[in-house]
């Protein structure tokens, strides 16, 4: 009994550790996302996408209040979104995308991640045409519907591919087309997990295991930079 106890513990520890990470990094995308288009989510299609997600995080909704409100303070930081671009140890590529009230610190902090891996920046646009960008919905599939029909409501709002995966649809699309798959989705009735631009790979490289060991080290140390929002990779 003992044990189970302290793996009890142990398991929820860790899940408080990882939300003390993730729900600052989800406040500051809705700070960003009311700063720039205004707090009220009717009226702001990038705050009700940053508010989806953190609700889908379960991020309580104080925090996420506490979030908006934020951005119309006196005192507000201005929030900048900046992608820095790597050459990571055993040549693994990295995109780190952060959001920053100190451009300084936070290159300053991802060299040191990367230097001392091995690794180290490449100048902006070196790596853009090894990755594309990608509007990522993710939602439960309707018990009414089924994923044929709904790809062919999508296929003339830019959906390019859609997967269901043991009744979890994700739906794929070019990032240009993020808004309309978006305001799609939400006229069909479907409720949005999650949804996001992602960076993914054109040409995916396999590592040893030795080597996706080096390289899981250094992406653990980079997500838990306060600044960084997301991390991609050409892992395999």
Known sequence: ??????????????????????????????TIAAKEGGGDPDLNAKLRTAIMNAKAQ??????????????SGKDSENFAEICYEVKGPHGVLVFVECATDNNTRTVANVKSYFNKSGGSLVPTGSLEF????????E????????????????????????????????????????????????????EVNKATLKRVPLNQVEFTEEQLTDIEKLIDRIEDDDDVQAVYTNIA
């Open 1 to 30: 009994m003992g044990r189970a106890f302290e793996y009890r513990r142990a398991s929820k520890e860790k899940r408080w550790d990882k939300m003390s990470k993730l729900f600052p990094k989800l406040a500051k995308n809705i």
């Open 58 to 71: 379960n991020m309580p909704k104080d925090n996420i209040e506490a979030a908006i409100k934020r951005a």
């Open 130 to 137: 090894m990755f594309s960008r990608k509007a990522v919905f």
């Open 139 to 190: 939602f439960d599939l309707p018990e009414d519907k089924n994923p044929d029909e709904i790809e062919l409501e999508l296929i003339e709002s830019g959906l390019e591919e859609i997967e269901n995966v043991d009744g979890r649809i994700y739906i794929y699309g070019d990032y240009t087309n993020f808004g309309i798959l978006s305001n799609t989705l939400e006229s069909l009735g479907i």
